[in-house]
């Protein structure tokens, strides 16, 4: 619960800050928002904006929703092996010292974010401190460090941006034709049949959208492993990848394997932003 409120207290701060930022825009130029060059500018404000105002929030937000404490100074054996281990890669990949932090969940898991490469953060769950042998850990620290040096956030980044600003622009022109279309030659206005196909459209293509930047998402998880592979060995993270396979088949055991579809091939990996672990293996190998 609590991190569904940050996001759309987020989101919701992030959408009336453009709001601002368009509406002073239009006024200044004299823009119309129904012509072709005012839905553009509010498919560029609202399509990069947000997804830059998340990038330079993506530390603060990572740490408030997952609960990851930033270690300061190590307090323990594991924490300074951690801050030795990702301050020996980040020099390795000729990145700045990312801070590190542990956040709690049984899940093996670890990501890493920030606005820049030499502004960036590293976390892994409590889980994976656990049920990682130190080689598999170091591992997956060597991937997150890639993910880094690859500047893959900002890549990311601008990709979303881009599909994002072609999402709301061809949403809002196909809802306008719509409009034309329902409305009477005498009325003036917009009518409720452009807002509710403006909704339409922005969802229809924002599943196309979500495709497209999956794809890009996959294509950056099989270059952090070759980043690890090159870090540490495509020894170690191969094993840490078939510790992860490992686990995933565990969580499956006993349930209802439909729910497993996304590791094996089926519509749900057009939509995954990881590769299945099996191919990550094998172009490792």
Known sequence: MKRVVLFLLTNLAVMLVLGVVLSVLMSVFGISSRSYSGIMLIALVFGFGGAFISLFMSKWIAKKSTGAMVIEHARNETEHWLLQTVARQAQQANIKMPEVAIYDSPEINAFATGPSKNN????????????????????????????VANGDMVTLTLIQGVVNTFVIFLAKV???????????EDEEGTSWAYFVFDLIFQMLFGILASIVVAYFSRKREFAADKGAANLVGAHK?????????????????????????ASGKSLSEMFASHPPLEQRIQALR
């Open 237 to 261: 993270m191969r094993a840490a990848l078939e510790r992860l396979k490992q686990n995933q088949e565990s969580q499956l055991e006993g349930s209802m394997m439909a729910f497993g579809i």
């Open 174 to 184: 196909l809802a306008g034709i719509v409009d034309n279309f329902f409305r009477g």
């Open 120 to 147: 960036s953060l590293v976390a892994v769950s409590s889980g994976l401190l656990h049920n990682m042998s130190q080689d598999e850990a170091e591992a997956v620290l060597a991937h997150e460090v890639s993910h």
